[in-house]
């Protein structure tokens, strides 16, 4: 297998700076999987590694949280010989739509782009279980945790780093007057 940081590193996704993540918290460094998610060699790369973590399994569905996670989830499907859905906010909160469904029963894996405290990822397995499908597992092409986060079900992810991120209130760069950037797809309110 290729090495993914270097590719990260080649496509440019991986920032230095001071960042709002998307779970709210802050923190210097920010995964931009858009960046890889625009060569679909690369993914196709990625995708075929993560999809090994599901060998000999049969996947019906691959779900994603939309925007951010589109892409992958689609080539994670391909790679799976599975259809490929997203989830959206509506109301802040992550639902099906656009006709989209998860029959009961149906086998299906939750990807995202980028995990650093769960959140997203822990609403589309809530999706996936209020559905009374069978969760196979999640997948991500970068774990921030660096294999630390409990989802209550096997994650693999193309890179796994403990990357550290902070609250607000105790963020470094914030008290040192660093402005910050917001790269991310969703609006915090």
């Known amino acids: 297998m290729a090495n993914i940081e270097q590719i990260l590193t080649d496509c ?7 960042f709002l993540l998307t779970s709210g918290r802050h923190g210097d460094i920010y995964m931009q999987c858009a ?18 973590g599901f060998q000999g399994e049969t996947v019906d569905i691959v779900i994603a949280p939309a925007v951010g996670a589109i ?17 959206e906010r ?11 469904e998860i029959p009961q029963g149906a086998k299906v894996v939750a990807a995202e782009d980028t995990i650093t405290t769960g959140g997203s990822i822990l609403e589309i397995i809530e999706i996936i279980r209020q559905n009374k499908a069978n969760l196979l597992g999640a997948a991500s092409i970068v774990d921030r945790t660096g294999g ?4 209550g079900t ?6 796994s780093k403990k990357i550290i991120s ?8 914030c008290k040192a007057g660093e402005p910050i950037v917001k790269p991310g797809s969703r609006a915090i309110v």
């Open 90 to 100: 509506q109301d802040g909160k992550m639902t099906l739509r656009r006709g989209f």
């Open 154 to 159: 096997k994650l693999v992810s193309a890179y």
């Open 35 to 52: 960046k890889v998610q625009q060569y679909p060699n690369h993914m196709e790369l990625i995708a075929k590694a993560i999809a090994e």
């Open 166 to 173: 902070y609250t607000a209130e105790e963020c470094p760069l």
């Open 148 to 151: 630390e986060i409990n989802l």
């Open 12 to 18: 440019e996704a991986i920032l230095h700076g001071h």
């Open 71 to 87: 892409v992958f989830g689609y080539e994670l499907a391909r790679q799976l010989n599975a259809k490929a859905i997203f989830a």
